[in-house]
Nanobody
Framework: LAQYLESGGGSVQAGGSLRLSCPLYADRNFLGWFRQVPGYRREGVAV?????????IYADSVKGRFTISHDNAKPALYLQMNSLKPEDTAMYYCAAGDGDPSGDLLSPTGYQFGGQGTQVTVSA
């Protein structure tokens, strides 16, 4: 039974770091982190392929700053967020699924969500 229990959010100043976690097993092809700002669509942040060689996909806005990883022994899905910017402020959600059939793996379509999210607030 998937446990969509996000944690690790908080309030930091720009340039700071946070690590999000979520106790998901790698029982779907992809695990990912998504975020949403009130009034905007949920967007993909980072996705990791769980069934073979390491493969990660990042939104352009977070490349080089965020790192997604997974430890199936715990289990835990992580999102290490460095060099945070005010525009990273959002509610962050973990998800599991097989991805959007269109091939856009950062699309929320094709993923299951179940948690309340964890709030990340970055001040300038």
């Amino acid at each position: 039974l998937a446990q969509y229990l996000e944690s690790g959010g908080g309030s930091v100043q720009a340039g700071g770091s946070l690590r999000l976690s979520c106790p998901l097993y790698a029982d779907r092809n992809f695990l990912g982190w998504f975020r949403q700002v009130p009034g905007y669509r949920r967007e993909g942040v980072a996705v990791i392929y769980t069934q073979g060689g390491p493969m990660t996909i990042y939104a352009d806005s977070v490349k080089g700053r965020f790192t997604i990883s997974h430890d199936n022994a715990k289990p835990a899905l992580y999102l290490q967020m460095n060099s945070l910017k005010p525009e990273d402020t959002a509610m962050y959600y973990c998800a599991a699924g097989d991805g959007d059939p269109s091939g856009d793996l950062l699309s929320p379509t094709g993923y299951q969500f179940g948690g309340q999210g964890t709030q990340v607030t970055v001040s300038a």
